[in-house]
């Protein structure tokens, strides 16, 4: 069956970085689109960034570009997240998702950026 694990998130300052994975598995995976998105204590969750099957067509939400960088590795079915320069308000729980899977959500790994 269809499975996401995220993983790499933790506790970061100001200005820090991190680099998340995304293991699936159940689908052909280098045939789909792929997205990061996240959802904040009491906020909607929100699409982050989004890279197409092959790798070479990228899209940010506005409130990332210039610091996350969305990349994939079909050979391993694994999809990156490199947030640099992280803030505050990037902290969420994160997850990765194929929207031509809609009811397959992993658990999400937290991402926490404090001082």
């Known amino acids: 069956q269809v499975q996401l694990v995220e993983s790499g998130g933790g506790l970061v300052h100001p200005g820090g970085s991190l680099r998340l994975s995304c293991a699936a598995s159940?689908?052909?995976?280098?045939?789909?689109?792929m997205n990061w998105y996240r959802q904040a204590p009491g906020k909607e969750r929100e699409l982050v960034a989004a890279i197409a099957p092959a790798g070479r067509i990228t899209n940010y939400a506005d409130s990332v570009k210039g610091r996350f960088s969305i990349s994939r590795d079909n050979a391993k079915n694994t999809v990156y997240l490199q947030m640099n320069g992280l803030k505050p308000e990037d902290t969420a729980v994160y997850y990765c998702h194929a929207p031509r899977l809609p009811v397959y959500w992993g658990q999400g790994t937290q991402v926490t950026v404090s001082s």
């Open positions: 159940g689908f052909t995976f280098s045939s789909y689109m």
